[in-house]
């Protein structure tokens, strides 16, 4: 027969196990996104103004304070894959470069700034990524990326996830 401390201690972790199954799945399949651009002009998205109209976006604002995504442009012009532009995106910045120690890297197509504009981000990326044109990697466990950017969960389809 089991004890009573066995059955609780099988019972907690049952209950952590289906937690932290509930939290994985919430990051990747979970809660939509919605945003208020109603209120903001479109603007055409290019690599001159790049910075400045992504440090507005509320993806770039909401990162967790020591979160960093990397997201590089690139084209296959020569046949090769060749790296156009590289950003560094942290809370509240934007930065051209690029950088080892990032969470997220976001590899996408460079076609895909001729149509970026502040209000469509969040509809493009997941269009690239439909059409094989976009690509996303991690360093982080599931878990701990789910952690970490838990305040982020309204833009996993923006991040590729």
């Known amino acids: 027969m089991v004890s009573r401390g066995v059955k609780i201690f099988i019972f907690s972790i049952l209950f952590v196990l289906i937690i932290a199954g509930i939290g994985v799945y919430i990051l990747f399949f979970g809660i939509s996104e919605s945003y208020n651009l109603e209120d903001v002009s479109e603007v055409a998205i290019n690599y001159n103004n790049f910075i400045e109209q992504m ?67 969040c509809s493009v990326v997941p269009q690239a990524k439909k059409n094989g044109d976009m690509s996303t990697d991690t360093k982080l466990s599931a878990s701990k990326l789910s952690w970490k950017y838990k305040g982020m969960l309204k833009y996993k389809n923006c991040l590729g996830f």
């Open 55 to 121: 440090s507005r976006q509320s993806l770039v604002r909401d990162l967790p304070s020591d979160g960093e995504i990397v997201l590089k442009f690139y084209n296959y012009n020569s046949g090769e894959k060749e790296y156009e532009k590289s950003f560094i995106l942290k809370s509240d910045s934007v930065e051209e470069g690029d950088s080892e120690n990032a969470d997220i890297l976001i590899e996408m197509h460079s076609r895909y700034i001729e149509v970026l504009t502040n209000k469509n981000f």
